[in-house]
């Protein structure tokens, strides 16, 4: 989950109250945390909206498979590179899907 904050350390003081500690480098706009095996991050002015995210080892594989099944996606990663990228798709209801290889 990629959550859409105003202030990091402000949403960080929430939500270390939850139990969330951080788990990944951070920076003044950005921090990952995880809670036991939940994982999340807060994104400061990056994103309008919070957004479902997965991280894939191959997300050219799933995003072959997403179109054969006549999903629309909304950005494509380049199927003739391999190693990072990125895809994204929204649901039914417009919640906006963030596959991330990294």
């Excluded at 989950?1 to 969330?20: D, E, H, P, R």
Aim: glycine share 6%.
């Amino acid at each position: 989950m990629a959550a859409a904050c105003g202030c990091v350390s402000a949403a960080w003081a929430f939500y270390q109250k939850l139990g969330f500690t951080p788990f990944d480098a951070a920076a003044h706009n950005w921090l990952m945390m995880k809670n036991s095996e939940t994982k999340m991050g807060l994104f400061q002015g990056m994103f309008a909206h919070n957004i479902l995210t997965r991280n894939p080892s191959d997300v050219r594989a799933i995003q072959k498979k997403l179109k054969a099944e006549g999903i629309k996606l909304r950005l494509e990663a380049d199927e003739t590179r391999s190693g990072p990228a990125h895809t994204t798709l929204t649901d039914p209801d417009g919640n906006p899907i963030l596959l991330n290889q990294f």
